[in-house]
Each structure stands twice: as structure tokens, then as C-alpha cells.
């Protein structure tokens, strides 16, 4: 079953510290994978995504994300915490193919990332 | 462009009331889902429409239903409303969910059911 997971809770770094929020997953296939974050009473806002080619995925504001295929892992990084970036982020999974035609979008249960001043 | 609209952005109901919701897409963008928001339970997928039609619906109660219309608009319907329904609803559109194509969300509407 497709399936990911966010370990942490929650991740306190310290301003201008370097951060990683961890991901890993589980599918069946090639993975399509993306991390989305959430600012209070606010939607998900798409940071980045790998869909194929360089492990390495620059996104919004800095961020970046690893994808390891023998580590199973997508984890998000930043080089230098800014306050502002303190948010709930999740990553997500492209799930299986359904009959009908299209992909279900599994989600993390996200971390919640506090950068202290 | 625009992006992803929801209304209304909070509401209150009571028990056994009912609720809908609205999502107004990206222009262009062909598909919605729906998701509820719980502090419990993440995100749970709810359903997803394309072209007018529901291509794919999660584990929720016949108590939650939608509809498309023609201009990709989407409607969520919650009866008989439980406490438990009390969430942040969000919506997210892409022009279609079978290619590479990423989903971007709306804001959400904050149902609290008393």
C-alpha cells in the first residue's frame, strides 16, 4: 500500500541554522512526491516536487528537497532557517492508478517546524 | 491568475443541520477534491471531480457528498451534521490529476458544528 510517513512532530532549529523536515514513503512504482506548507488559517501553499530526474528539487523561499531511492526518503531542507518559516508542512504521495482514471494524494500527518530568534 | 477560492471561509452550524461549501478553481483547471482537515486525523481525502463527474471518492459516510458543475465549480454537501464534522475543509484543483500536474488548495472554510 502507498503510504508516507513524517516521523517528527514537530523540528525546533534555531534562526539561521540549517533545518530538514524528514519524509519517507512506501509505493509501488516510480514516485511522485511533493511537499506542501501551511501557515495558520491558511491552505496548503506547493513548495516543490519530484516527479523524475535530478535527486535534488529546488522550491519556494529557499527550500529544497533530497529524494533517495534506497533510503526511501524525501526529506526537505533549507540552508538557513528564517523565523517566517516557522509552518506545518506535509509531504505527500502520488497514490496508485484507480480505475476510474486518476491518482488519490496521500498526505503526511506534518511536522510542525518552529524557528526560534 | 487567481487561485483557488472557498466560501464561506468560516462558518458555525448545530447538530443535525446541514452545510454546504463552495470551491471556485484556478481558471482552467478542470479538477477539484475535497479534503477534511483535523488536528486527529491530517488530511483525509474526501472526493475529487472531473468534467462534472466524481472519478473518485475516499472512506466518508454518505452524510458528505459533492457535485461539479460546468464551469469546474464544486459544491460540498454535509447533512445531519455530528460535532465530529467540526474541521477545516479544503479544496484543491489541478488541471488534471492524471498527468504530472500539481494540486494547489484554497484557503479553506473552518466548519464548526456546536
Known amino acids: 500500500a502507498q503510504s508516507v510517513a513524517q516521523p517528527e512532530d514537530q523540528v525546533n532549529v534555531a534562526e539561521g541554522n540549517p533545518l530538514t523536515v524528514k519524509c519517507t514513503y512506501s509505493?509501488?512504482?516510480?514516485?511522485?512526491l511533493f511537499w506542501y506548507v501551511q501557515y495558520p488559517n491558511r491552505g496548503l501553499q506547493f513548495l516543490l516536487k519530484?516527479?523524475?530526474?535530478?535527486?535534488l528539487v529546488k522550491g519556494s523561499y529557499g527550500f529544497e528537497a533530497e529524494f533517495n531511492k534506497s533510503q526511501t526518503s524525501f526529506h526537505l531542507k533549507k540552508p538557513s532557517a528564517l523565523v517566517s518559516d516557522s509552518a506545518l508542512y506535509f509531504c505527500?504521495?502520488?497514490?496508485?492508478?484507480?480505475?476510474?482514471?486518476?491518482?488519490?494524494?496521500?498526505f503526511g500527518t506534518g511536522t510542525r517546524l518552529k524557528v526560534l530568534a | 491568475k487567481a487561485g483557488v477560492t472557498q466560501t464561506p471561509r468560516y462558518l458555525i452550524k448545530t447538530r443535525g443541520q446541514q452545510v454546504t461549501l463552495s470551491c471556485s478553481p484556478i481558471?482552467?483547471?478542470?479538477?477539484v477534491s475535497w479534503y477534511q482537515q483535523t488536528p486527529g486525523q491530517g488530511l483525509q481525502f474526501l472526493f475529487e471531480?472531473?468534467?462534472?463527474?466524481?472519478?473518485n471518492k475516499g472512506n466518508f459516510p454518505g452524510r458528505f457528498s459533492g457535485r461539479q458543475f460546468s464551469n469546474s465549480r464544486s459544491e460540498m454537501n454535509v447533512s445531519t451534521l455530528e460535532l465530529g464534522d467540526s474541521a477545516l475543509y479544503l479544496c484543491?484543483?489541478?488541471?488534471?490529476?492524471?498527468?504530472?500536474?500539481?494540486?494547489?488548495f484554497g484557503p479553506g472554510t473552518r466548519l464548526l458544528v456546536l
Open positions: 484543491a484543483s489541478s488541471s488534471d490529476p492524471s498527468s504530472q500536474e500539481t494540486q494547489y
Open positions: 509505493v509501488s512504482g516510480n514516485p511522485y
Open positions: 471531480y472531473f468534467s462534472e463527474t466524481q472519478r
Open positions: 481558471s482552467g483547471h478542470r479538477s
Open positions: 519530484y516527479i523524475t530526474g535530478d535527486n
Open positions: 505527500a504521495v502520488r497514490g496508485p492508478l484507480i480505475g476510474s482514471g486518476t491518482y488519490k494524494y496521500i
